[in-house]
């Protein structure tokens, strides 16, 4: 008997399917603290949440049996992850049913902000009819610029053209086909910042997305825009925000999510030209049946040893397999994770290569661990070993996988060069055995370099003083350089040069080294 932990309300219609099954018994607790969890979770195989209960590393350790934890819904942040992906658990998510409902959440939050409905109801209720206050804007021939074009962003453009606005959308994995099949226009952040009247963001957070609409991008809006944050909260800087509508520059702003939830402290709750919610993108009834029977019969699944989809860490492999390949997966990603953080442009194709040791064996697991730290790094957390290929095909991504016999130096050697429509980029690791993994190649320059930490790639011109200038400024804000490699094909050519440093460096200091004469390109990784 496998048993289940509800630790959240969840629709009875979703648990329905667990009740059902013979060998599966449920118990609904909802709203117990953390210590209340630790001293009954050893007794579960899986622990099922939707978003108010914390799944920390504790609960999870305590979690002797558990094998599986389910999210309703799609955002996995209140779940420790690499906790639970250490531990062996799978954590799985519901991502498609409550796109409907978060989409449709927002185009009120944009009505709500044109019309400002919200205030006009509150005055009115507080018994002042007062119509002046409240002359809005239409919505036709207005601009909706949409940042993050996934399931929900699309699904506001459709509605968005219904009321006749015209949408450019920014998103690094749209493809042309799919701008057009919408009928939007693709653009960058800073075209949309620049010609939007209402901007909302659609991505999950990540440390791209963090702050991604900040002081610098609400200083080139137009005056009078109005801003909609119904995905996650730090896409939009709070502070920042706030100066934006203290200055004029943002007329209103609708906020679903916050920086803190619930954002007890936050100046823009209390401000007239804010509208909030309580995180209630997916609060219909129609979304949380949804996400309630996908959640539950993939914990079916995994319990009785069926196929599942919407594991958002673990792949499930037949042990022999997992086993030979095991050590390759956390290179794998790695190298994935390396190259997301230096390419630049639309990833066209992903190219993965293995040599000597690994062309004998099923490097398919391998090869979805790169996709996955390709994708991830854009995507966020839900693209996983399991659906990462399906994601690079719904995105046009062209992906192969090639075996090519012995190596004449490595005894096995992974090769993977993505392509986007600005470059390509290439690099190569192996694993020696007794030293671990190591990066041997960087866009075809020969180098040294252990992935792991954090990590400064450059490409410049190989003239002297360069390594000098780069070592001081990196010195003189006190950075310590714990590794070089330096990697050229001629004299005075194109070379790279791989530093290991001992702490992340700042985005001003990043553009000092761009701007070091004979230097191209500076990446800053982190493995
Ligand atoms: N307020 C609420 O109650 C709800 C919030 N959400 C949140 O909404 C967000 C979107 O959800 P979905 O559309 O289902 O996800 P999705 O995965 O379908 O779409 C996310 C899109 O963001 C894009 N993206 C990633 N990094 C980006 C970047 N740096 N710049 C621009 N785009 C980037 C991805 O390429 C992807 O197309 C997620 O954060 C999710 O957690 C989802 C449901 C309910
Ligand atoms: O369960 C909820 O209400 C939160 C939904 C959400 O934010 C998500 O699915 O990402």
Excluded at 24 to 40: H, K, M, N, R, S
Excluded at 48 to 55: C, F, H
Aim: hydrophobic share 40%; net charge negative; aromatic share 4%.
């Amino acid at each position: 008997m496998f048993k289940v932990l509800v630790a959240d309300p969840i629709s009875e219609l979703g648990l329905q399917k667990l009740y059902e099954h013979p060998d599966i018994q449920v118990d609904i607790q909802t709203g117990l603290p953390e210590a209340e969890i630790i001293a009954i979770i050893d007794q579960y195989d899986a622990l099922l949440v939707r978003s108010q209960t914390k799944v920390t590393a504790s609960i999870i350790q305590a979690g002797k049996k558990l094998r599986v934890i389910g999210r309703a819904g799609v955002g996995v942040d209140n779940i420790d992850v690499p906790a639970a992906t250490k531990a062996g658990i799978i954590v799985m998510n519901a991502p498609d049913g409550n796109t409907i409902s978060t989409a449709e959440l927002t185009f009120a939050m944009i009505m709500a902000s044109a019309r400002k409905i919200p205030q006009a109801h509150q005055k009115l209720k507080n018994g002042t009819w007062d119509r002046k206050s409240f002359v809005g804007v239409e919505l036709r021939n207005k601009v909706l610029g949409i940042i993050g074009f996934g399931r929900i962003g699309t699904e506001v453009a459709k509605r968005a053209q219904a009321f006749g606005m015209k949408v450019m959308a920014y998103d690094p994995f749209m493809t042309p086909e799919k701008a057009e099949e919408v009928g939007v226009q693709a653009a960058s952040v800073n075209e949309i910042v620049e010609a939007a009247d209402f901007i909302t963001v659609h991505t999950p957070l990540t440390k791209d997305t963090k702050h991604m609409i900040s002081t610098p991008q609400f200083a080139k809006m137009k005056r009078g825009v109005r801003i909609i944050n119904c995905a996650r909260g730090g896409i939009i800087d709070e502070a920042a925000l706030f100066e934006a509508i203290q200055n004029g520059i943002v007329a209103n702003a609708a906020l679903d999510v916050y920086e803190q939830e619930p954002p007890t402290d936050s100046p823009l709750v209390g401000l007239e030209q804010v509208v909030v919610t309580p995180h209630l993108g997916a609060s219909t009834e129609e979304a949380q049946i949804n996400v309630a029977i996908d959640v539950a019969e993939e914990l079916v699944n995994v319990l009785t040893e069926q196929p599942f989809k919407n594991a958002v860490n673990l792949p499930s492999l037949p042990q022999e397999v997992l086993k030979s390949v095991q050590p390759y997966l956390e290179l794998g990603e790695k190298l994935g994770l390396l190259l997301a953080q230096r390419i630049r442009g639309r990833v066209q194709s992903i190219k993965c290569s293995y040599a000597g040791d690994l062309s004998k064996i099923s490097v398919s697991p391998i090869t979805r661990t790169l996709l996955k730290g390709i994708l991830s790094y854009h995507y966020g957390e839900e693209v996983n070993y399991i659906n990462a290929p399906l994601f690079a095909e719904e995105q046009k991504i062209q992906t192969s996988e090639i075996k090519s016999g012995k190596h004449k130096v490595f005894t096995n050697l992974i090769h993977v060069e993505v392509t986007t429509d600005e470059q390509v980029y290439s690099v190569a690791g192996t694993l020696f055995n007794g030293l671990g993994p190591k990066i041997v190649s960087l866009d075809g320059f020969t180098i040294d370099a252990n992935p792991t930490g954090t990590m400064l790639i450059t490409e410049h011109t190989d003239t002297p003083g360069i390594i000098g200038q780069v070592g001081t400024i990196l010195g003189t804000s006190d950075i310590n350089i714990g590794s070089m490699q330096v990697g050229r094909k001629e004299e005075g050519g194109l070379a790279v040069m791989v530093l290991g440093i001992d702490k992340p460096i700042s985005v001003e200091l990043l553009h000092l080294l761009r701007n070091i004469r004979g230097i191209h390109s500076v990446s800053e990784v982190n493995l």
